[in-house]
């Protein structure tokens, strides 16, 4: 199984990328969302990567972070959603998205990925609902795709870009981990913290605590 690749981007095509590893090129399909967070031909790009197996078919897909990579191997095991419909959705919505959509139960947001209709968008949100928390949780952690070790396997690499870390990821996962100790269910815990930082993207952890304790407090 191939998880991760480090080489030279020899071309671009509308939905994939070729990958020059030491002589070896890797035909890696990728989301519009991932295409455009890579560098151009020329230089050197690092994916994660994710292998399809069928019987008369290997493919690989690629990924700019681990929670990007995750979601997709998570989207895939719905029902109904094959590798393109995946892409479609992240590329859409990306994997804060993603999150954000499904701790809301928003089937909408997914709903408006390419080829997606709304069946199988309320059939994602159900699926993956408990999955959101942890997803949520992984923000904050996610490794940079392009490492110093990885960079390598290129005799002359190219200035390397390195991805931007999500808004607030780190204050999400510590607000979730604190609503958990509070008794709080990883699913009200992830809707409410997630439609929080929906509205104050830039919020620190006491900040998104307080916004998401509001937000689940009873209704009179």
Same mark, same amino acid.
């Given at each position: ?5 480090? %080489? ?33 031909? %020329? ?13 008369? *078919?290997?493919?690989?897909? %690629? ?12 989207? !895939?095991?719905?029902? +109904? ?11 859409? /919505? ?13 089937? *909408? &947001? ?23 928390? &942890? ?18 396997? !290129? ?11 999500a808004p607030n990821a780190s204050a999400q996962s510590e607000a979730l981990s604190a609503?958990? *100790? /509070? +008794? ?37």
């Amino acid at each position: 199984m191939i998880g991760k690749i480090t %080489g030279r981007i020899d071309y671009r095509a509308a939905d994939h990328v070729l990958i020059d590893v030491r002589g070896v090129g890797y035909l890696v399909f990728c989301s519009e969302r991932t295409l455009a967070a890579l560098p151009p031909v %020329g230089e050197v790009a690092a994916v994660y990567t994710d292998m399809l197996v069928q019987e008369t *078919n290997l493919q690989l897909f %690629g990924f700019t972070t681990l929670a990007e990579k995750e979601w997709h191997r998570l989207l !895939i095991s719905v029902q +109904g959603i094959g590798a393109k419909a995946s892409l479609a959705i992240l590329g859409a /919505l990306g994997p804060d998205g993603v999150s954000r959509a499904i701790a809301l139960g928003d089937w *909408n &947001a997914v709903k408006a990925a390419k080829g997606v209709g709304p069946k199988i968008a309320q059939r994602v949100v159900m699926d993956l609902k408990d999955k959101a928390p &942890a997803m949520m949780a992984m923000g904050g952690t996610v490794a940079e795709a392009l490492g110093d070790a990885e960079a390598e396997v !290129i005799e002359t690499p190219a200035p390397r870009r390195k991805p931007a870390p999500a808004p607030n990821a780190s204050a999400q996962s510590e607000a979730l981990s604190a609503l958990g *100790n /509070l +008794g709080y269910s990883p699913g009200d815990a992830a809707g409410a913290v997630a439609q929080a930082a929906g509205e104050a993207p830039d919020a620190d952890t006491p900040a998104l605590i307080r916004a998401a304790l509001k937000l689940l407090a009873p209704r009179e």
